[in-house]
C-alpha cells in the first residue's frame, strides 16, 4: 500500500508518533522523578514480583537496581508483606517494618485495573524510624519555645489563662468552653454570667488569648472596686487641667490603654446608673470622651462583661439599662457552679494542688479517701475560688505527705457533717441518698426528659414520676410534649 505525504493515513501515522513520543517524555519524566524521589519505592506484580525500584529503596537494601528487578519481593526483602497485599487486596498504610536492623514506616497501596489486581506499591516514608522521633522531637522543642514566648508576651498584655487551664470534663462545661472558643474568633461582646468563684476571669482571659487580639492589650476593670466618683475619668481618663489634682499630661482611660484589644468588665451588674448610659454610648458609637475633652476619640476595643448576678431582676428593679443589657447579652456564657460538676473535683484538686506545691514549697502526693469523700459532699458555695482556699490551708495543716479530713477546715466539715445528718446514717438512708443521686445524673445526662430518663435506668415510667416525688426531684426538668401527668394537669 502506497502512503501519500498529506493523506490521511500519513496524518494518522504523524499523530500517533507524536502522541508516542509524548508518551515516552512522560515516562521518562516520571521514571526519573520515581528513581531519584528521597523516598523510598517499590512496585511488584500480582505475583509478588519486583517490576521496578527506585535508587532510594534499592540503597536502602544495599543492592543495586538491577539486581531487584525481576526477583520475587519476599528473596530481597526482610518482613516484606507487599506478596500478601497482592494476595488480599486490602491495603496498609503507615505500618512498621524492620529491615537490615532499621525500622521504617511504610504504605503498601493494592492497584487494581477493570476491578482485577494488576500492582502492589511500596512506599518508605522514613528510612529509619529514628528519623520521625527526632522530627517529632524538634517540633516539641519549637512548639514549647513558641508557647514560652507566648506566655511571656501574655504577662506583658495581662492575659495569663488559656482554655487548657479550665480543667474539667464535665458535659455542661465542655459546652460552654466549646462555644467560648467559638465565640473568640469574632469580635462580639460577651457575657459571661456565673457565681463567684467558678471561672468567669479565666474564661475573659482565654476568650482574648484564643482571639485576634491576643497580641494587643487585656484590660481588667472591677466595677464593683471604683468609686463612683472616680468611674469616668478610670475608664474614659481626662485631659490635663480638667480638674483640680488633675496631673499635669492628664491621664489614659482604660478603654484607650486597651485599644486594639479587649477590656473585661467584671462585676458589671454593680456599674453606676450614669454610667451605664455612657458605656452604652460607646459600645454604640466606637468612640470615647476623656473628661475635659473637646471631642471624642475612636476606640476599638472588644468587651467582655462578667457578673455574678442576675441582671433580669435589676432591670425589673430599674436599676440596670434595659438598652445597656442587651448590648451586653450578645453572647451569653452561663458557667456552672462546681456543685453541678462534682466529678471534676479531683482533676480541679489535682490542679490545684499542684499549683500550690509549686507557689509554697510544701509537697504533697494528694488527698486521701477520707477527705475526698468530706469534699464530696460539701455544697461548695464558693466554687473553685473556696476549693482553693480549702486546699491551702490543709497543706500549712497536714502531718503526711496526704492531706486526710482532719487535715481540712472545720468549717467545712461541719457543714458536711450537717448535710449527712440531715440525710441520716442508717444504711436505709444513705441507699435513698444513692438513688436521689443516680436519679439526678439520670436527669442531667438526658436534659430533664423523664421518658428517657425511665428508659436509660430500665424502669417504668410511673416508677420514674413516684421517685421523683419521692426525693423532691419533681420539679428537676422539663415534661414530656405529651402523655405526662404533670402535663396534664395544668
Same mark, same amino acid.
Request: aromatic fraction near 6%.
Given at each position: 500500500m502506497r502512503v501519500r505525504r498529506g493523506g490521511w493515513v500519513h496524518r494518522l501515522i504523524t499523530s500517533l508518533v507524536a502522541r508516542a513520543d509524548a508518551c515516552e517524555k512522560e515516562r521518562g519524566m516520571l521514571e526519573d522523578a520515581l528513581g531519584n524521589a528521597y523516598e523510598g519505592l517499590i512496585i511488584v506484580d500480582a505475583e509478588g514480583r519486583i517490576l521496578k525500584v527506585n535508587k532510594?529503596?534499592?540503597?536502602?537494601?544495599?543492592?543495586?537496581?538491577?539486581?531487584?528487578?525481576?526477583?520475587?519481593?519476599?528473596?530481597?526483602?526482610?518482613?516484606?508483606?507487599?506478596?500478601?497485599?497482592a494476595r488480599t487486596g486490602v491495603p496498609e498504610i503507615a505500618h512498621v517494618q524492620k529491615i537490615r536492623g532499621h525500622e521504617m514506616i511504610c504504605n503498601r497501596i493494592p492497584i487494581f485495573e477493570q476491578g482485577k489486581l494488576v500492582a502492589v506499591v511500596g512506599t518508605i516514608q522514613f528510612q529509619d524510624i529514628d528519623d520521625l522521633f527526632a522530627m517529632s522531637g524538634r517540633f516539641r522543642n519549637l512548639k514549647k519555645e513558641l508557647d514560652y514566648y507566648k506566655t511571656e508576651l501574655n504577662k506583658h498584655l495581662?492575659?495569663?489563662?488559656?482554655?487548657?487551664?479550665?480543667?474539667?470534663?464535665d458535659e455542661q462545661l465542655e459546652r460552654v468552653k466549646d462555644l467560648a472558643r467559638k465565640v473568640a474568633r469574632s469580635d462580639t461582646t460577651v457575657l459571661l454570667v456565673g457565681e463567684s468563684g467558678t471561672g468567669k476571669e479565666l474564661f475573659a482571659h482565654a476568650i482574648h488569648v484564643e482571639s485576634g487580639r491576643a497580641l494587643r492589650p487585656f484590660l481588667k476593670v472591677n466595677c464593683a472596686a471604683i468609686p463612683a466618683e472616680l468611674f469616668e475619668s478610670e475608664l474614659?481618663?481626662?485631659?490635663?487641667?480638667?480638674?483640680?489634682?488633675?496631673?499635669?499630661?492628664?491621664?489614659?482611660?482604660?478603654?484607650?490603654?486597651?485599644?486594639?484589644?479587649?477590656?473585661?468588665?467584671?462585676?458589671?451588674?454593680?456599674?453606676?446608673?450614669?454610667?451605664?448610659?455612657?458605656?452604652?454610648?460607646?459600645l454604640q458609637e466606637r468612640e470615647v470622651e476623656p473628661v475635659g475633652a473637646d471631642q471624642p476619640e475612636a476606640i476599638?476595643?472588644?468587651?467582655?462583661?462578667?457578673?455574678?448576678? +442576675? =441582671?433580669?431582676?435589676?432591670?425589673?428593679? $430599674?436599676?440596670? &439599662?434595659?438598652?445597656? /443589657?442587651?448590648? @451586653?447579652?450578645?453572647?451569653? *456564657?452561663?458557667?456552672?457552679?462546681?456543685?453541678?460538676?462534682?466529678?471534676?473535683?479531683?482533676?480541679?484538686?489535682?490542679?490545684?494542688?499542684?499549683?500550690?506545691?509549686?507557689?509554697?514549697?510544701?509537697?504533697?502526693?494528694?488527698?486521701?479517701?477520707?477527705?475526698?469523700?468530706?469534699?464530696?459532699?460539701h455544697p461548695w458555695p464558693g466554687n473553685v475560688r473556696e476549693l482553693r482556699n480549702v486546699l491551702e490551708q490543709a497543706l500549712?495543716?497536714?502531718?503526711?505527705?496526704?492531706?486526710?479530713?482532719?487535715?481540712?477546715?472545720?468549717?467545712?466539715?461541719?457543714?458536711?457533717?450537717?448535710?449527712?445528718?440531715?440525710?441520716?446514717?442508717?444504711?436505709?438512708?444513705?441507699?435513698?441518698?444513692?438513688?436521689?443521686?443516680?436519679?439526678?445524673?439520670?436527669?442531667?445526662?438526658?436534659?430533664?426528659? +423523664? =421518658?428517657?430518663?425511665?428508659?436509660?435506668? $430500665?424502669?417504668? &415510667?410511673?416508677?420514674? /414520676?413516684?421517685? @421523683?416525688?419521692?426525693?423532691? *426531684?419533681?420539679g428537676s426538668g422539663p415534661d414530656e410534649k405529651s402523655g405526662s401527668p404533670d402535663s396534664a394537669s395544668k
Open positions: 532510594a529503596y534499592a540503597e536502602f537494601l544495599g543492592k543495586p537496581v538491577r539486581a531487584l528487578v525481576g526477583r520475587h519481593v519476599t528473596e530481597v526483602v526482610e518482613n516484606t508483606r507487599m506478596h500478601l497485599v495581662g492575659a495569663r489563662y488559656s482554655f487548657e487551664q479550665i480543667v474539667g470534663q474614659f481618663g481626662y485631659k490635663e487641667g480638667s480638674f483640680t489634682g488633675a496631673r499635669a499630661r492628664g491621664k489614659k482611660g482604660k478603654f484607650s490603654l486597651a485599644d486594639g484589644g479587649t477590656l473585661f468588665l467584671d462585676e458589671i451588674s454593680e456599674l453606676p446608673l450614669a454610667m451605664q448610659a455612657k458605656l452604652l454610648r460607646v476599638d476595643v472588644r468587651i467582655v462583661a462578667a457578673t455574678n448576678r +442576675r =441582671l433580669e431582676p435589676l432591670l425589673e428593679q $430599674g436599676t440596670f &439599662r434595659h438598652d445597656l /443589657y442587651y448590648r @451586653l447579652n450578645v453572647m451569653r *456564657l452561663e458557667i456552672p457552679p462546681l456543685r453541678e460538676r462534682r466529678d471534676d473535683l479531683p482533676l480541679l484538686t489535682e490542679q490545684i494542688l499542684r499549683q500550690l506545691e509549686r507557689e509554697t514549697g510544701v509537697p504533697v502526693e494528694g488527698l486521701d479517701d477520707s477527705a475526698v469523700a468530706a469534699l464530696r459532699s500549712y495543716v497536714k502531718s503526711g505527705s496526704v492531706v486526710t479530713r482532719d487535715d481540712l477546715p472545720q468549717s467545712l466539715l461541719a457543714g458536711a457533717a450537717g448535710a449527712a445528718a440531715a440525710e441520716g446514717t442508717s444504711l436505709k438512708a444513705q441507699l435513698r441518698l444513692s438513688e436521689r443521686e443516680i436519679l439526678r445524673r439520670a436527669l442531667k445526662e438526658v436534659h430533664g426528659d +423523664r =421518658l428517657a430518663a425511665a428508659a436509660r435506668l $430500665g424502669i417504668s &415510667r410511673s416508677s420514674v /414520676y413516684a421517685k @421523683l416525688g419521692l426525693h423532691g *426531684l419533681a
